[in-house]
T-cell receptor, first 110, second 113 residues
Framework: EDKVVQSPLSLVVHEGDTVTLNCSYE??????LLWYKQEKKAPTFLFML????IEKKSGRLSSILDKKELSSILNITATQTGDSAIYLC??????????FGTGTRLTVIP | EAGVAQSPRYKIIEKRQSVAFWCNPI?????LYWYQQILGQGPKLLIQ????????DSQLPKDRFSAERLKGVDSTLKIQPAKLEDSAVYLC???????????FGPGTRLLVL
């Protein structure tokens, strides 16, 4: 059965801290791994990682894909209160199916 | 570029009533998805359209859920009759070429009483 597991389930940090969110997966015919940020309702696309692009960076956010370990991490440096959200990891298969994890709820305290 | 549009944003109904949600994807996106997200869980695919054809509806409870995308652009998702366990956020997403990221709309939060 295809599955995506995220850890931790929730995390509380202070502004300025650096956080690392984890995602591991077991899927048939992996194609890509995506990270989304969900505030209130709509997941907002952050990164897509594939075999040809295993590391992405945008501002204070960066992500790495480890295809050998079937996992990915999302790093956020110098966290701000606006980073508070649920971070979703999703894995797309060759059959164009997208499986989501349950998310990590990040709370950044001023 | 306008994003995925959805309406309504919120809906409260009683069980056994019917409800419909509307979605307009990003212009030019051929693929449209409906997801159900229950509180505390990740989104789960209900149905996927490629233009106006259904690609995957294996997870759609067809005894009560239906969806259409008649002209290959906007789409409606209907629930009839609703059950308590249908309370969730219904997300619409669209994507362009295969393998491109899916972009989500703001969702509709449904509460069934």
């Amino acid at each position: 059965e295809d599955k995506v597991v995220q850890s931790p389930l929730s995390l509380v940090v202070h502004e300025g801290d650096t956080v690392t969110l984890n995602c591991s997966y077991e899927v048939t015919n992996f194609r890509s791994l995506l990270w989304y940020k969900q505030e209130k309702k709509a997941p907002t696309f952050l990164f897509m990682l594939t075999s040809s692009g295993i590391e992405k960076k945008s501002g204070r956010l960066s992500s790495i894909l480890d295809k050998k370990e079937l996992s990915s991490i999302l790093n956020i440096t110098a966290t701000q209160t606006g980073d508070s959200a649920i971070y979703l990891c999703a894995v797309e298969t060759g059959a164009n199916n997208l499986f989501f994890g349950t998310g990590t709820r990040l709370t950044v305290i001023p | 570029e306008a994003g995925v549009a959805q309406s309504p944003r919120y809906k409260i109904i009683e069980k056994r009533q019917s409800v419909a949600f509307w979605c307009n994807p990003i212009s030019g996106h051929a693929t449209l998805y409906w997801y159900q997200q229950i509180l505390g869980q990740g989104p789960k695919l209900l149905i996927q359209f490629q233009n106006n054809g259904v690609v995957d509806d294996s997870q759609l409870p067809k005894d009560r859920f239906s969806a259409e995308r008649l002209k290959g652009v906007d789409s409606t998702l209907k629930i009839q009759p609703a059950k308590l366990e249908d309370s969730a956020v219904y997300l619409c997403a669209s994507s362009a070429p295969v393998g491109a990221p899916r972009y989500f709309g703001p969702g509709t939060r449904l509460l069934v009483l």
